[in-house]
């Protein structure tokens, strides 16, 4: 838009016909007041302004336009009635485009100057919208940038106040940044702590094998105390950090595990020879009772008999505690013996059945389903009985108001599957993952039922030994379905 400013309207008019003619938008002003007013509410590309009217002259109002940051980059170009005007034209208003004209105005040469200065104008504000731009732009990457190095500081301080060494590696295995821990096991950042030379270097393992490796990684490691000289237990963790799905950065931890580890292995110690000590005077106990049963036999004392009976079942319980007692801590030195033979499952099956029938746990009924179990297998027949029995113990106490056991018996895929089902309390999902965790018992049921959480942690032990697999279908009050699996191919059998 372009504002003609002069006190003559028949000028106005002449002006703006002409401008109009070539497609130039304009708007007109019959003083300098009212184009001061006009200019401050309107952008102008240009403005055409009459240096003699009445009121403010030519020259005051450009120099006010110079004056407001707003107007001052407008171009004027002045219509002087006479050549003596042109010195005072540059006076006080140079900023911005200036040209003049002189009455009469010669057409041509006034649409040649509107031109040029209407695209200097253009232009000038094309640049200046640029410039801003560029400049929000500049100031928006200086605040994210002091934003990520103040988290980056963040992160720094976190990882050093860690108790434990903390490290982080690059997507091509190199060490890029270690907390003060860290030195306690290592004289500069680019070695690794010396690993113990019983165990495989975990550590130089994931930093050449980094770049195959697209998930978490968790190992214990013994790496050696520079101070001490002594290796001790940690427990490496590695986790990826991922950007748009690719792996950039790993974050690792050593945490020392090694006094925990000492407890662990004074109390396997402990429960060791403490099963021991108690399977001895056990053994002489049981022994006399049998021999108080005999000596009873013969005599009619009923009370007596049942006292001995009560008795007998205390022992058998104490012998199978401790016997899962020394069962833990054969587990813990890697001591359990599996004695493989060739097996007839389905009379493995039958006695465990039979030994739980017999033992008198009330009216329970344990019906059998499923597939009849005609092949050998290789096994051990007395720890295959014992997860049995185990299932079937936990199947009794864990359904107090039911009467019925259900053993589903299946062969899939060489594969043998007893499943034993209850109708009792159920496990909790969250839970049932658990149950075969050392030490392990549900909450919710822990006070109401004794047990020590060891029997299932066994029973996986034995299983795993065999090859087999195990886990648990259940729902809370409805009861569990827990299996197990024992393969027919095992990898040893001949
Ligand atoms: P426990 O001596 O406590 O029975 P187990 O190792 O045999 O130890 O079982 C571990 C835990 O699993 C139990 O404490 C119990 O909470 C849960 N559990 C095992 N079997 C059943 C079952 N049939 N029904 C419900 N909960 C069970």
Redesign the pocket.
């Known amino acids: 838009m372009i504002l003609i400013v002069d006190d003559k309207k028949e000028n106005i008019y002449s002006l703006k016909t002409l401008l109009e003619s070539k497609n130039f938008a304009v708007d007109t002003a019959l003083s300098g007041e009212e184009a001061l007013r006009k200019v401050l509410k309107r952008n102008y590309a240009l403005i055409i302004l009459d240096v003699q009217m009445p009121g403010m002259d030519g020259f005051e109002v450009a120099e006010t336009l110079a004056g407001y940051s707003r107007t001052k980059d407008i171009p004027v170009i002045f219509l002087s009635a006479n050549n003596t005007d042109k010195q005072f034209i540059t006076k006080g208003y140079d900023s911005g485009g200036i040209d003049y004209i002189t009455k009469p105005v010669d057409p041509e040469i006034l649409l040649l100057k509107v031109r040029t200065f209407s695209r200097l104008y253009e232009q000038t504000q094309s640049l200046n919208e640029t410039q801003l731009k560029l400049q929000l732009e500049i100031e928006s990457r200086k605040k994210a940038q002091e934003e990520l190095k103040i988290q980056i500081e963040h992160l720094r301080s976190i990882m050093e106040s860690l108790p434990q060494i903390a490290f982080s590696v690059d997507e091509k295995g190199e060490i890029t940044y270690v907390n003060h821990n860290w030195f306690n096991y290592s004289l500069h950042t680019h070695t690794l702590p010396i690993s113990h030379p019983d165990e495989t270097d975990q550590l130089s393992y994931f930093l050449t094998h980094c770049k195959e490796l697209d998930g978490p990684l968790e190992r214990e490691v013994r790496i050696k105390d520079i101070k001490s000289q002594q290796f001790r237990h940690h427990l490496l963790r590695i986790i990826p950090i991922r950007e748009n799905d690719k792996i950039c950065n790993w974050i690792g931890t050593l945490t020392d595990i090694n006094d925990q580890k000492l407890i662990e292995s004074k109390k396997d110690e402990f429960l060791s020879i403490a099963s021991h000590e108690l399977k001895t005077p056990l053994t002489g106990i049981k022994a006399y009772v049998q021999l108080l049963e005999r000596l009873l036999a013969k005599q009619e004392n009923i009370t007596a008999k049942t006292y001995i009976e009560r008795a007998k079942d205390e022992v058998n319980k104490l012998e199978s505690l401790i016997a899962d007692l020394l069962d833990i801590s054969k587990i813990e030195n890697g001591q359990m013996k599996i004695n493989k033979q060739e097996i007839d499952l389905e009379k493995t099956i039958n006695h465990a059945i039979e030994t739980i029938q017999e033992s008198g746990y009330g009216n329970i009924r344990i019906e059998r389903h499923g597939d009849i179990f005609d092949k050998p297998l290789l096994a051990d027949p007395l720890r295959v009985e014992q997860v049995l029995v ?2 079937l ?3 009794i ?3 107090p108001d039911s009467d019925k056991i259900v053993v589903k018996t299946s062969f899939k895929d060489s594969q043998a599957c007893i499943a ?1 089902q ?1 109708f ?4 909790p999902p969250e ?1 049932q993952k ?3 965790s050392k030490f ?3 909450e ?3 006070l109401k ?11 996986a032990e034995i299983i795993k030994q065999h090859q087999g697999n195990y886990g ?1 279908d ?1 729902k809370v009050g409805e ?2 379905t ?1 299996y197990f699996t024992l393969p027919y191919n095992q990898k040893n059998y001949a």
């Open positions: 185990n299932y113990t936990n199947a106490k864990y359904a034993v209850d009792g309390i159920g496990i839970k658990h149950i075969f392990y018992r549900v919710e049921s822990s039922f004794q047990g020590l959480g060891i029997g299932l942690y066994i029973c648990v259940s009861g569990s827990i």
